[in-house]
């Protein structure tokens, strides 16, 4: 009758083992295999960086800019449509002032584009930063046509981006997607 009882327990114990190693080498197989998530701005492409002088003569890098929303603004001065984009970046410009950055890159940078920028600031009330693509910005973005819009989110992605005008609406909506604030329909 002992032996009946200890073949029992050893039974017992070689379940538990075989239940134990299955375990152990599941918990193995899952520490190998595990990647953690990547933050939510590693699914978008790193803006490329760059360094401009704006129209008053101060050097600015994207990277300045880092921790805040960053809009792109591919223009030219004497571009229609692009008169027109800066109508409707002063109305995102005037709610996101602090939070979100503006700045217009001209597309043309041959001499003498600054003081047109210059006047172009003045005469449409431009209240952020202007400067001329002297480090090939147009080519790094892969513009094609202006205006266009590319807004950059904190962490340096491109998270937007519009060729042609768009309207001031349609910027606020994607800024509160980026800053994770609740938007109406």
């Known amino acids: 009758m002992f032996k ?11 379940i538990l083992m075989v239940i134990a190693a299955l375990i152990i080498s599941l918990a193995f197989i899952g520490i190998v295999t595990y990647k953690p998530s990547q933050p939510p701005s590693s699914q978008y492409p790193l803006a490329p960086g760059f360094t401009l002088t704006d129209i008053a003569g101060k050097k600015l890098s994207l ?8 809009i792109l603004d591919f223009m030219g001065a004497q571009c229609i449509p692009c008169t027109e984009q800066v109508v409707e970046l002063r109305k995102v410009h005037q709610m996101y002032s602090g939070k979100v950055e503006t700045l217009s890159i001209s597309v043309y940078s041959s001499e003498g584009w600054n003081r047109e920028l210059r006047s172009f600031a003045q005469s449409f009330d431009v209240q952020w930063r202007i400067a001329t693509d002297t ?3 147009v080519s790094k973005y892969q513009i094609k046509g202006i205006p266009t819009l590319v807004i950059v989110d ?3 992605c491109i998270r937007f981006r519009h060729e042609g005008l768009v309207d001031a609406p349609a910027i606020i909506q994607q800024i509160k997607t980026i800053l994770g604030e609740v938007w109406e329909v």
Do not use: C, M, P
């Open 4 to 14: 009946k009882i200890l073949v029992a327990v050893d039974g017992s114990k070689r």
């Open 63 to 70: 990277s300045d800019f880092r921790g805040k929303v960053v």
């Open 135 to 137: 480090d090939g910005t």
């Open 154 to 156: 904190q962490n340096g």
